[in-house]
């Protein structure tokens, strides 16, 4: 039975994608009060939840190579083994760059602007939505593959599209802090370097989760 397909594997390669997905989904609230005790120059509240994320990511790290290591040979998966595994890498990849983003926050204290506080907020609010839109998606997909419902489809759709809207709107902001950043008149070049980098970095974090949906999108094709 279709129904039962990933019955006949040891393990449904879902289950660690779902892990895979709680770990984002622990990183977001983490993330974001990493970004709130920086801007408070609380340097030691902000390693602490920036160790955190690291061992959040390093965890991540583990349950990608147990999948990788665990995919069935010679059998037929219900979506192409390469969309599968590109996913995964995506995925991967918002763990990533959240974790990069809080070591290149790291590296040096910059003041952010008081004009552009505001902004700098919300992109951290839109970023820790993205993180946290991930895990409905994937659990909406590992029902989908369990059952082949169409309301379980649907569900994986709407997940997608709540990324794509999240993405659209980190954008957005990120195109704005950019020129802000860009036309600030820093006394320090460096420090315009490092904010307009740090906000590329958040924006990759939200490039790979659409990326991610993308492929989902793919895999639950028909």
């Known amino acids: ?6 019955s006949i594997f040891r393990k449904s390669p879902f289950e660690g994608l779902l892990r895979h ?17 920086y801007l408070d120059e609380s340097r030691e509240d902000f390693e602490k ?26 059998i037929l998966l219900p979506m192409d083994k390469f969309q599968l595994l590109w996913y995964l890498r995506e995925q991967d990849k918002i763990l ?5 983003s809080l070591h290149w926050l790291s590296y040096r204290q910059t003041h952010i602007p008081d004009e552009v506080v ?22 909406a997909a590992e029902s989908y593959f369990q059952t ?19 993405e659209f709107e980190s954008d957005q902001v ?23 980098r740090l906000v590329e970095y958040m924006g990759d974090i939200s490039n790979h989760a659409q990326n991610a949906g993308d492929m989902m999108r793919a895999m639950i094709s028909r």
């Open 21 to 37: 997905a709680e770990i984002i989904r622990e990183v977001a609230p983490l993330f974001k009060m990493a970004f709130i005790t």
């Open 174 to 196: 990120e195109r704005k802090l950019l020129a802000d950043f860009l036309n600030y008149p820093f006394d320090n070049a460096t420090s315009a370097f490092h904010l307009v």
């Open 96 to 100: 990533d760059s959240a974790q990069d």
């Open 118 to 139: 505001d902004d700098f907020l919300l992109m951290v609010d839109k970023i820790t939505s993205v993180l946290k839109s991930v895990h409905p998606m994937v659990a």
């Open 1 to 6: 039975m279709r129904s039962a397909f990933f």
């Open 148 to 166: 082949f419902s169409e309301n379980h489809r649907a569900m994986v759709k709407s997940a997608i599209k709540q990324i794509r809207e999240y």
């Open 49 to 74: 939840y920036h160790n955190k994320v690291t061992l959040l990511e390093s965890e991540g790290d583990a349950v990608k190579r147990n999948i990788r290591g665990h995919l069935p040979r010679g």
